[in-house]
């Protein structure tokens, strides 16, 4: 199902590679309007005035991403999404009625080993009304409250951390790129490489520390499912693939949303800029492609491993 999507993907780059030199928007920065003034980019004495032509390799760049054609392709991908959710809801439907699992209960499974390897030293026990097993009892205001709120309480903690690093990586941007306009305001080819040159380190920036987070947060949510004592495989699977899911979401999205609903709203105009920790805020974005190959990837797998968890409730 992505080799579609992707080579839809691909058609919609190779048409805003060929409709780039007749672009009425790369025409106006580029050759109408080039002798156009600019303000500066920060807001330090010193930051000199720019053309509007320093800018066209940009707009050009920017239009072979978003293009007519970016239209058609966020319209097929939502269409693309709601086949692949029914085709695969389809073949879930075919294997659990070709393993003859129709009339599967969770409520009928019975205890991990892991559960009752936990509490081999608990002595209260109690027979299960469902399964007709003799089974431990665990205490639920003593043991399964606190280690619950614990462990929700430290995914929290986590999604705090993920907003913000990625509130440091916009500081970073946004400060680093008013120090090297303001130090390289001299030299017009260094300063229309500025805006480039903070954008590629910023993503991977980024990319850093969502591939330190991830790897952190893999094993803190099974340390934590581990630690809420869940009874069957199912509870086990259920509680893992909701704190992975939380932690993986902010952790990818989080700069990802930022950028398409905050970045650019709160600017202000020349002579009334918003600040942000004392600097101007940052106002185009060229830094996804840098890191969503990782994500890409790895999003892939959680959302396999998601499905996976459950497909395999409905049929085991």
Known sequence: MLIPASAVGV?????????????????????NHNDVILCPRCDIKGCKYEQLGQTCTFVKITHLFD????????????????????????????????WDATNFDTLEEHPRPEYLAKLSTVKKKKVNFITGVNEPCVSFWKR??????????????????????????????????????????????????????????AALLNLVCIMTFNLIYRRIATFLTELE????????????????????????????????????????????????????????????????????SDVKLLFKFSFCTQFIHSTV
């Open 144 to 201: 399964r409250v606190p280690c619950t709120i614990f462990s929700w309480s430290v995914v929290l903690l986590l999604i705090t951390i993920a907003i913000a690093a990625v509130v440091g990586v916009i500081v970073y941007r946004i400060s680093i790129q008013t120090v090297l306009y303001f130090t390289l305001s001299d030299n017009q080819t260094l300063t229309s490489m500025v805006s480039l040159t903070t954008s590629v380190t």
């Open 67 to 98: 293009n007519g054609a970016a239209v058609f392709f966020a319209v097929f991908m939502s269409l693309w999404a709601v086949i692949f959710m029914e085709l695969w809801k389809r073949y879930s439907a075919k294997i659990t009625h070709h």
């Open 229 to 296: 004592i869940h009874r069957t495989q199912s509870d086990y699977e259920n509680s893992l693939t909701l704190k992975m899911y939380m932690l993986k979401f902010v952790n990818y999205y989080s700069s990802v949303f930022y950028i398409a609903f905050f970045k650019g709203r709160f600017v202000g105009y020349p002579g009334h800029y918003n600040s942000l920790f004392g600097y101007r805020q940052e106002e185009v974005c060229i830094t996804l492609s840098v890191f969503l190959f990782y994500k890409s």
């Open 11 to 31: 058609l919609c780059f190779i048409y805003g590679f060929f409709t780039l030199v007749g672009d009425a928007h790369s025409k106006d920065v580029c050759e």
